[in-house]
């Protein structure tokens, strides 16, 4: 066969062979293009939601707990991103509570690991854990990173979320303050999380929920470890399109600039050992209308500006304060992720988790005790809550529970 003759054989068996492999719609040289083109794309998202979440830092302080907190100038915040606040700078500090009392000592409070070097962010900039690749990768929703998976009503175990909460309902609510319990419960599944925290809700539990939350949570998707972390949340909408945690989107405004939102809290409880809680009080300034957030005895982290909210741009219908954890039901079971410190309320101080000293904000800007407090658990033989009252503790509820146990399957 002559050369030439040979250079057309070849020719025509490339076809033949290129051909036939276009011809297979699921071949495995597609599925190998497509996935790095799906994979390509994901990345490409991921870093275009990081250049809006991570603002330019004039300082960068490492933690010992991997975290690294980007001292970022305060009117850069990504609050500000927020189509309603753009150009707008933090407020001033609003009128307290009457009867609030705030300590001296306020400016010496440490609650959180990465302050425990002794390093802090200089005047003008706010503190904000800085959000990773690999956080966003974890998420089981890039697209929704940073926020929680709709649920249809708070007072129901849908999606697997599971309660154990005191509440008041039936009234205007103008803000709630308490006293948190911080464990560190296990958390089973990458997927699932426990917090405990307090709720200020308006509208109803449809599509119009607006709600302001605050807390500490466990949460190895949204952190990558099991710290129990200091968070923040907001929705307009029943947490369709609204709303994040921490300052993960433009919304929350933070004014202070020694409590980093998203960081883990320190020290801990310990089953008959230190018991350790955080005082988080959140109310409505009178004046500007703003949902503000004190932090421990007297030092304001910021506020949810009014103009973010439907419902609650007049006041609460209902506050709630206790525990949520998520059941993904691994191997067809209950979970075993725990709820506040793991143990029922029937164990009582040292060993189960409590709230104590709960108040509210009336509408002329005073604390006062919560009065006709409900407690409901939502799978009691998981985790339960017993309230009481008492003159050092006012108004309180011991909660929590071990999750699948013999009366838990």
Excluded at 69 to 89: E, K, M, N, R, Y
Excluded at 189 to 212: H, K, M, P, R
């Amino acid at each position: 066969m002559s050369s030439s003759c040979l250079m057309i054989f070849i020719f025509i068996l490339l076809l033949c062979l290129l051909s036939s492999s276009a011809s297979a719609p699921n071949s495995t040289s597609e599925t190998v293009t497509l996935r790095p083109q799906r994979e390509i794309q994901k990345l490409k998202y991921i870093r275009k939601q990081l250049e809006k979440i991570n603002k330019p830092a004039i300082k960068t302080i490492q933690s010992s707990d991997g975290d690294k907190i980007d001292c970022v100038p305060s009117h850069h915040q990504p609050a500000f991103d927020h189509p309603l606040l753009q150009g707008q700078t933090p407020m001033d500090p609003p009128e307290m509570p009457i009867g609030h009392h705030s300590q001296e000592n306020e400016s010496h409070e440490n609650f959180q690991l990465w302050s425990l070097s002794g390093e802090s962010c200089p005047e003008g900039t706010i503190p904000i854990r800085r959000t990773t690749e690999q956080d966003m990768l974890r998420a089981s929703y890039v697209r929704r990173f940073g926020r929680k998976i709709r649920r249809v009503r708070r007072d129901s175990s849908s999606n697997g979320h599971e309660h154990a909460v005191g509440y008041v309902s039936g009234s205007q609510y103008y803000g709630a303050k308490a006293s948190i319990n911080v464990w560190s419960p296990r958390v089973t599944s990458q997927y699932e999380f426990s917090l405990s925290q307090i709720w200020v809700i308006a509208g109803s539990f449809a599509d119009d929920l607006n709600t302001i939350e605050a807390g500490w949570q466990i949460s190895p998707e949204l952190y990558g470890d099991t710290n129990p972390r200091f968070f923040t949340y907001w929705t307009s909408d029943a947490y369709q399109a609204t709303g994040c945690y921490n300052l993960l989107c433009s919304g929350f405004v933070q004014t202070n600039n020694r409590i980093a939102i998203g960081a883990a809290i320190s020290p801990v409880s310990s089953y008959e050992g230190g018991q350790f809680d955080i005082s988080l009080l959140i109310w409505k300034d009178p004046k500007h209308g703003h949902w503000w957030l004190q932090f421990g005895s007297g030092t304001l982290v910021g506020y949810w500006p009014v103009s973010l909210f439907t419902h609650l741009r007049e006041h609460g219908n209902m506050v709630q304060f206790g525990g949520e954890i998520v059941n993904t039901r691994p191997g067809g079971s209950h979970t075993t992720t725990q709820m506040g410190s793991g143990h029922f309320a029937g164990e009582g101080f040292g060993k189960a988790s409590y709230f104590r000293n709960l108040q509210m904000v009336d509408w002329d800007n005073t604390l006062i005790p919560i009065s006709n407090l409900k407690v409901l658990a939502d799978h009691p033989n998981c985790y339960d809550i017993r309230g009481g009252v008492n003159r050092v503790w006012g108004n309180y509820f011991y909660y929590g529970g071990p999750g699948k146990n013999s009366k838990c399957p």
